[in-house]
């Protein structure tokens, strides 16, 4: 029952990059990924693929059939906007969003290898957000292999984890290497991974259920960190702000933990919530697209203030397009697959 969530968070950085502007909303949620992720791909090697060869080779082939067409159908739409808006025009918009210049940029695009460390250093990037998915991808490797094999494992993935968090604050490391980096999705990553072993633990799930935390309450108190401290963030400065970060990483987890357990934070039958999972993915890869083609159409220009009326009517607009491509993905790219990664599923 993650589809709901996964959305939401999607929700969440669109809302960030076309509306608000608040980083805390972009920032909060990709993390909340990565939990998700972690936590994912340990249960389907555990009980659906398992540590064969033939295994590992069927995860690999999933996820590529899951990330890649729907991302390269996305980075296809971004060069068709550039040749018809013009690069500059689509730069002013955002200021990844170019043609690769040499060989070697146009196959990190078709690959989504990048190089995470600052975000503004990873350009070209024909679709903005993608700088998530090679971290996502670094991950999937290092759980196919087996870092999440067994408990122990993640009990050190985990304390490397933190020693990085704790050595970056030390030495005055910026915000953005314990953000952009695959060191700092360690973390996440490692955290939704132990979720899988801790989720099977009855002792933690008698504690859980003695508490009475509902799911729902760990949703509206992601929600209220989140809109707190884009507020602190606005106004104040210091390495102190980013204990809403960690906070954040926190209620993520229990969220996680709550659905792996069979929790729900609304009361929708698995269908429902699969559908509008289904939307996560899309509305991430997507919403910059259609951001750029809304603004154009509605102003002709690439540049406008995303806190006034025609930002918000620019917003609105574009949730409505990017519904409407998510669908079209999800009907004619997506779905299709499925039926393919379902017969691979089958043949382990």
């Known amino acids: 029952m993650f589809g709901l969530y996964r959305t939401t968070l999607a929700v969440m950085v669109m809302v960030h990059h076309l509306f608000l502007g608040f980083l805390p909303l972009g920032t909060y949620p990709v993390f909340g990924f990565y939990i998700i992720s972690g936590y994912l791909m340990t249960l389907i090697m555990h009980e659906t693929y398992g540590y064969t060869s033939s295994g590992r080779f069927s995860f690999a082939i999933n996820r590529i059939l899951r990330l890649y067409p729907q991302y390269l159908a996305a980075a296809l739409i971004s060069i068709i906007l550039i040749l018809i808006l013009g690069p500059e025009f689509v730069k002013k918009f955002h200021g990844s969003m170019f043609m690769p210049s040499s060989t070697k940029e146009a196959l990190f695009n078709f690959l989504i290898l990048f190089h995470p460390t600052i975000e503004g250093s990873m350009n070209p990037r024909l679709v903005p957000p993608t700088w998530a998915l090679t971290i996502e991808i670094f991950f999937y490797i290092l759980i196919c292999i087996g870092i999440s094999k067994n408990i122990y494992r993640i009990y050190t993935w985990i304390f490397v984890s933190i020693i990085y968090v704790f050595y970056s604050f030390i030495v005055g490391w910026p915000w953005q290497t314990r953000y952009f980096t695959i060191a700092a999705a360690s973390l996440p990553f490692s955290i939704g991974s132990a ?5 099977k633990n009855t002792f933690f799930t008698q504690i859980y259920y003695s508490i009475k935390i509902q799911p729902i ?15 602190i963030k606005r106004n104040y400065t210091g390495y102190w702000i980013e204990t809403g970060f960690y906070l954040n990483l926190i209620i993520c987890s229990l969220i996680v933990y709550s659905l792996s357990i069979g929790e729900k934070i609304f009361n929708i039958n698995k269908y429902i919530d699969k559908i509008i999972g289904n939307y996560s993915y899309p509305i991430y890869i997507l919403h910059w697209q259609c951001g750029l083609i809304v603004s154009f159409l509605m102003l002709q220009q690439s540049n406008f203030n995303k806190y006034r009326q025609e930002g918000l009517f620019i917003f609105i607009l574009s949730v409505i397009f990017v519904l409407f491509f998510s669908f079209l993905f999800i009907r004619y790219i997506d779905e299709p697959i499925q039926h393919i990664r379902i017969k691979i599923k089958k043949q382990i």
């Open 195 to 199: 979720i899988y072993f801790i989720s």
């Open 217 to 231: 309450f760990l949703f509206l108190l992601m929600l209220l960190n989140v809109s707190f401290w884009s507020y």
